[in-house]
């Protein structure tokens, strides 16, 4: 049980695009789901944590603006990156909480992205 | 604030021999401890967590790690590594109540090579 997706597991995009990533929950359902953001032999940084239903949270130094995240039921998050760019390209992991397992996060894939 | 300190970018082992992963942590209440191992461009794999009781904590592919309070640690170990093992080891932090308890704190993370 609680096996967390990640849709696409790469992508490549032209730079100016916009690119969706999907993270779905799929044997349980989570109140809160965490954006990460890793560099190469780097260790993840927190992007913005998101509940549904409600806006996400952002951290310190991170452009909601560029970095959408919409929260839109309880096994699905997405984070959409807006107009990409070349220092866009990352490992983007998502991670989902479940509450009363001593709020356990179980962690996506991840979502190579680069950018053209 | 939390913190998570692991001392060692990268650690050789042979293999058949022990291996040790070092962690240190800080946080101002009580801990919940993870680790997590990473393969290329994969996302983060569950190992083992200690929240409450036996120090000692036994996980998954035959690792362990024991909370030490006094040391404020919780290495990662093996009795025989093996060269499957090599990967991207991440020790993570949470407090158990209060502000803290609500995000993962992760260490730098160390790489782990198995030489045959």
């Known amino acids: 049980g609680a096996v967390v997706s990640q849709h696409p597991s790469r992508v490549i995009c032209k730079s100016g695009t916009s690119v969706k990533i999907e993270c779905r929950s799929l044997?349980?359902?989570?109140?809160?789901m965490f954006w990460y953001r890793q560099f190469p032999k780097k260790s993840l940084m927190l992007m913005a944590t998101s509940n549904e239903g409600s806006k996400a949270t952002y951290e310190q130094g991170v452009e909601k603006d560029k970095f959408l995240i919409n929260h839109a039921s309880l096994t699905l998050s997405t984070l959409t990156v807006t107009s990409a760019h070349p220092e866009d390209s990352s490992f983007y992991i998502c991670?989902?909480?479940?509450?009363?397992?001593?709020?356990?996060?179980?962690f996506g894939p991840g979502t190579r992205l680069t950018v053209l | 604030a939390q913190s998570v300190a692991q001392p060692e970018d990268q650690v050789n082992v042979a293999e058949g021999n022990p291996l040790t992963v070092k962690c240190t942590y800080s946080v101002s209440g009580n801990p919940y401890l993870f680790w997590y191992v990473q393969y290329p461009n994969r996302g983060l794999q569950f190992l083992l967590k200690?929240?409450?009781?036996?120090?000692l904590v036994k996980g998954s592919y035959g690792f362990e790690a024991e909370f030490n309070k006094s040391q404020t640690s919780f290495h990662l170990k093996k009795p025989s590594a093996l060269v499957s093992d090599s990967a991207l080891y991440f020790c993570?932090?949470?407090?158990?109540?209060?502000?803290?308890?609500?995000?993962?704190?992760f260490g730098k993370g160390t790489k782990l090579s198995v030489i045959p």
């Open positions: 993570a932090v949470r407090e158990s109540t209060g502000a803290g308890s609500y995000q993962l704190t």
């Open positions: 991670s989902a909480r479940v509450a009363g397992r001593y709020n356990e996060q179980f």
């Open positions: 044997d349980f359902q989570a109140t809160t």
């Open positions: 200690y929240i409450t009781g036996d120090n």
